[in-house]
């Protein structure tokens, strides 16, 4: 029973980082760049939504505002940054990404400090128990919220003529030039839609677990997991983001007190630290190991 | 109709990929641009799409003028909405979307008209029809290529480019590109450009003939003054 309560309480964050998740596909899709900043992005949209409710908007209000003012910032980070880097090498464009995530850190390290903050409620406040298993309004409505998103942004992928424009750009830039799409308009949309989704994403745990500059991590925990997803498929992001969701949960809750004990009982080391943070990456190299392509993603992987 | 002047093309901005080239397309002919491996037939042609800048590529001097606007800078968009259409060479689509998608991909910057066009482009091309929900990847070279030009068409274009069309397919499928070609000058007086190596059949049905070596342009001629002895003489020269 308490394996199960960890999974449940595992999918539930699991949901929010897939869509953080799809983001950082998203933009590898069209143009070929991981995006090392997108747990930037989490984090500064859940300080966002927090500001605006210390000047006393309402929460939610404040959660919608952030995630407009997320998109704009995607949009102009592409703009800004990404644009002129245009004919630079993408492990450049990479590097640069992670300049954004030390920028973003500093800035809500000014502004907001180094501690934990509470963050205000975006639900009301309750619990249900269904045979035995406890869980709180706030788990469930990130869980459905994000459910409902990350459905509907697959739908807008594929059924839209905005998404159409996304995977023609995402398949063959050189094609997707010469029927008269902007490619580099499609990478901005690209970014925009990407902080959305990090902006939400970020609020949303913040809601959970509280917040601090920790949550930045969120983008580097993720990152091993996407690649085994596939790194370019969209559905394996999602799956991505509930495996590293149960992952975490399982580690913190089995784990590490398992670890930890077992140490106590026979060495002197008393904690094994964030053993969550380490435990993605030792998957990825496993699985790597037998499938270097993850698990979702097609053999051939194509550099424009 | 196109009219390109002492175009100069330089990549990574040193190597010069064409010098001085003068280049003129005259409404409703066909024209062959003919030139061995590396002789820049593909440069100009993405010279005058305005492809370059996406491979490191710029047009040094001279320029290019298409029904009297200066094509120098502008983007391939903009471009392919004033009515030319580029085929690149190796077959250029999108190998994960569906051939309905492709070709709906095709037209969504040019969306006046697109119905009637698609079902133009599915009576020149029953393949397509076949294939309509299936992935582009799975078609084969030739039918690939039948793809490629159908999604130009989709443009709506006034001027169609053809970069090797010919290029690793069947005698066969050569045959039938180039009868395609011909209905499509033929029935709706379209203004074609092919490039490619040497194709005796391109000789037949071309108003006109341009043949570029490293770069430079070496001979314009009609089509009967061109034989495969004076192509490879010239190639070597
Ligand atoms: N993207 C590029 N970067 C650098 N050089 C290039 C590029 N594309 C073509 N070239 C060079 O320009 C010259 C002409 O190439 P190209 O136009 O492809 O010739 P063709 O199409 O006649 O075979 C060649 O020497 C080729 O190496
Ligand atoms: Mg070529």
């Known amino acids: ?294 698990i979702f993603g097609t053999k051939e992987s194509e550099r424009v | 109709m196109l009219d390109v002047s002492g175009l100069s093309v330089r990549y990574d901005s040193v190597i010069a990929a064409l010098e001085g080239i003068d280049f003129e397309v005259g409404e409703g002919r066909i024209v062959a641009l003919l030139g061995p491996n590396g002789a820049g037939k593909s440069t100009l042609l993405k010279a005058i799409a305005g492809m370059l800048p996406f491979e490191q590529g710029e047009i040094a001097s001279g320029k290019a003028v298409f029904d009297g606007v200066l094509l120098n800078g502008k983007h391939p968009a903009a471009i392919t909405r004033s009515g030319i259409a580029l085929v690149q060479d190796g077959r250029q689509c999108f190998r994960n979307l569906s051939v309905g998608e492709n070709l709906k991909a095709a037209s969504f910057r040019h969306s006046k008209g697109a119905e009637d066009r698609l079902q133009l482009v599915l009576t020149y091309f029953p393949i397509l029809e076949e294939f309509y929900a299936r992935p582009a990847g799975v078609l084969s070279g030739g039918q690939l290529q039948m793809l490629v030009i159908g999604m130009a068409l989709m443009i709506q274009p006034r001027l169609l480019m053809l970069d090797e069309p010919s290029l690793g397919l069947s005698p066969v499928m050569v045959q039938s590109v180039f009868e395609i070609v011909e209905r499509l000058h033929q029935d709706l007086g379209m203004t074609v450009v092919v490039a490619e190596q040497t194709v005796p059949r391109l000789m037949e049905i071309a108003d006109d003939v341009y043949v570029l070596s490293r770069g430079h342009s070496v001979l314009h001629a009609p089509p009967d003054e061109i034989d495969e002895d004076r192509l490879q003489s010239l190639y070597l020269s």
């Not at chain 1, 026979?266 to 998957?283: E, F, K, M, N, R």
Request: charged share 5%; proline share 4%; glycine share 12%.
């Open chain 1, 1 to 294: 029973m308490f394996v199960l309560q960890l999974a449940v309480a595992g999918i539930a964050i699991g949901s929010v980082y897939a869509l953080i998740a799809l983001g950082i596909v998203l933009i590898y899709k069209c143009s070929g760049v991981v995006n090392f900043a997108q747990g930037g992005y989490a984090m500064l949209g859940a300080f966002i939504t927090y500001g605006l409710t210390s000047v006393g908007l309402p929460s939610v209000i404040a959660l919608v505002l952030a995630i407009a003012v997320m998109g704009g910032l995607g949009a102009l980070t592409q703009i800004l940054v990404l644009r002129p880097m245009l004919k630079a090498p993408v492990v450049a464009v990479m590097m640069a990404t992670l300049g954004i995530l030390i920028t973003f850190r500093a800035v809500c390290l000014l502004i907001w400090g180094p501690d934990q903050i509470g963050f205000p409620a975006l639900f009301p406040i309750g619990a249900i128990e269904l045979s035995g298993i406890f869980m709180t309004y706030n788990y469930i409505a990130a869980f459905l919220l994000s459910a409902i998103l990350c459905a509907g942004f697959l739908a807008f992928y594929h059924y839209t003529p905005i998404g159409l424009m996304q995977r023609c750009t995402a398949d063959n830039t050189r094609a997707a030039l010469a029927v008269g799409i902007h490619v580099s308009n499609q990478v901005t949309i690209a970014w925009t839609a990407s902080a959305m989704l990090a902006g939400l994403g970020g609020a949303l745990l913040a809601s959970l677990n509280g917040l601090s500059l920790g949550l930045s991590n969120i983008g580097l925990v993720a990152f091993p997991v996407i690649v085994l997803g596939g790194m370019t498929s969209l559905p394996g992001a999602v799956v991505a983001g509930l495996v590293l969701g149960i992952l975490q949960a399982v580690t913190d809750g089995v784990l590490t007190p398992a670890i930890e004990r077992f140490l106590r009982e026979h060495t002197d080391i008393y904690s094994v630290g964030t053993l969550q943070q380490v435990i993605p990456y030792a998957l990825l190299v496993l699985v790597l190991l037998v499938r270097p392509q993850g």
